[in-house]
């Protein structure tokens, strides 16, 4: 992605038919058809994060591994979780770092439970010594076709610790390491606004999110950091195989008629954690494909 390049969004990306697919919770982006975008050939860097330090959760795929990919071509060294089965894709989002001249470091880590967060902290803060951006990405969602009925208290429980509770204890257990000017971005959802029946637990905690990110604001603003969040539509990541039913009509409902692919929620996150952004705290990006939203 360059600044000179004006297309239409509609034919920015081609609308593939995605082929009815059917993956193992986490997914994995080699198994998937079409292969997602992530900005391995466009995306281009132009030093607005040069010298940052930043984490993100859930950066070895998806949104994630395309932030990952954006920051490190902007001049930020790059920190990010995945799970143990996400081990291969997180290899390739260390190799798109390096390749763009800068640090990656990957970290096994379930966000769900407190120590590991505070051991994740303390790696990157040991590694990198600050840390300047915190990506709040990390997410689970199982879509429910029978409704409230067919959510167990399990998977509730598992939707709203990875959801909130990790959340919660990075940016609790990362603000004494994050310096004036360093910034917070967490990863809503169309759905806080707009819910899927069948993705009830996982709509409520990204409606969460969205207060959880206006309130921080106003808590951290005197104190030089700024909370953002970013509300994507459909993007085309490993979670939609992994966790929905149905695939072939996936993005279609969205006024640009198509699917997100990961590269296109990049720039959103780049413009937040930069300097260009200085006055904007407590603001939700909504980027949806033309869902309006509050």
């Known amino acids: 992605m360059t600044g000179n390049d004006q297309r239409n969004p509609v034919d920015e990306h081609p609308k593939p038919e995605f082929p009815q697919q059917d993956q193992p919770h986490p997914g994995a982006t080699d198994a998937m058809t079409?292969?997602?975008d992530h900005g391995e050939t466009s995306y281009e860097g132009t030093g607005r994060l040069r010298d940052r330090r930043t984490l993100i959760t859930g950066g070895d795929s998806g949104i994630?591994?395309?932030?990952a990919l954006a920051f490190a071509r902007e001049g930020a060294d790059v920190a990010f979780t995945y799970l143990e089965e996400e081990a291969e894709d997180a290899k390739e989002t260390v190799r798109l770092v390096e390749e763009a001249g800068q640090r990656a470091l990957a970290v096994s880590c379930d966000i769900r439970e407190e120590e590991q967060c505070r051991a994740l902290v303390d790696r990157v803060v040991r590694e990198f010594g600050r840390i300047d951006v915190l990506v709040n990405n990390a997410a689970y969602q199982m879509a429910q076709p029978d409704g409230i009925e067919g959510i167990s208290t399990?998977?509730?429980?598992r939707v709203l610790r990875t959801n909130l509770y990790g959340m919660f204890?990075?940016?609790?257990m990362s603000l004494p390491?994050?310096?004036?000017g360093g910034s917070i971005i967490n990863t809503t959802s169309v759905q806080a606004y707009q819910p899927s029946p069948q993705l009830l637990d996982y709509a409520t905690t990204k409606g969460a999110i969205v207060t959880f990110t206006h309130a921080l604001a106003g808590q951290l603003a005197e104190r030089g950091i700024r909370v953002n969040g970013v509300a994507p539509g459909p993007v085309w990541t490993p979670l939609i195989p992994s966790t929905l039913p149905d695939t072939t009509g996936f993005g279609k409902q969205s006024p640009l008629q198509r699917a997100a692919q990961p590269?296109?929620?990049?720039?959103a996150y780049v413009f937040l954690a930069s300097q260009q952004a200085s006055y904007i705290t407590a603001e939700i990006v909504n980027a949806t494909g033309g869902t309006p939203l509050p």
């Open 263 to 267: 590269v296109e929620m990049a720039p």
């Open 154 to 157: 399990e998977q509730f429980d």
């Open 64 to 67: 994630g591994r395309a932030v």
């Open 169 to 172: 204890w990075l940016c609790k």
């Open 177 to 180: 390491h994050i310096p004036e």
């Open 34 to 36: 079409p292969r997602p």
